[in-house]
């Protein structure tokens, strides 16, 4: 939620900016949301009908090392180490930031109900 001082300015936080570093490699701090749609420019790139052709999966595979080693500013990066960070570290940012790209409807409340039930003592 977003809180004023006061003055009128509306005060929040830095989403979707997240530090990252590989093994002994420099700290960086990456835009998220940029990072996903640079490497779904590149994956959409190499797909024929939603696939990946076996004749440019190595290809894809170097591709992917690349992107992540020059986002990481790393030269010696391994395939799983890129996977995890293309397909775990920025999709798990990517969902959780998604909720606020969602248009709140007038008809639904800003948050889901409580699960919680509150027990009023005697």
């Avoid at 995890?84 to 909720?99: A, S, T, Y």
Wanted: aromatic share 8%.
């Amino acid at each position: 939620m977003s809180e004023t001082n006061g003055d009128g300015i509306i005060h929040f936080g830095r989403k979707g900016r997240k530090k990252y570093q590989l093994g002994d490699g420099p700290v960086v701090e990456l835009d998220v949301i940029d990072v996903q749609n640079e490497w779904r420019r590149i994956d959409t790139s190499f797909r024929v009908d939603g696939k990946i052709p076996e004749d440019r999966d190595e290809e894809y595979q170097e591709s992917a090392k690349r992107f992540a080693g020059a986002l990481l500013q790393v030269d010696d990066i391994t395939g799983a180490e890129a996977w995890e960070f293309i397909g775990k570290h920025m999709v798990e940012e990517v969902e959780r930031l998604q909720r606020f790209f969602q248009p709140i409807s007038p008809d639904k409340p800003e948050s889901p109900p409580s699960s919680t039930t509150v027990v009023t003592l005697p």
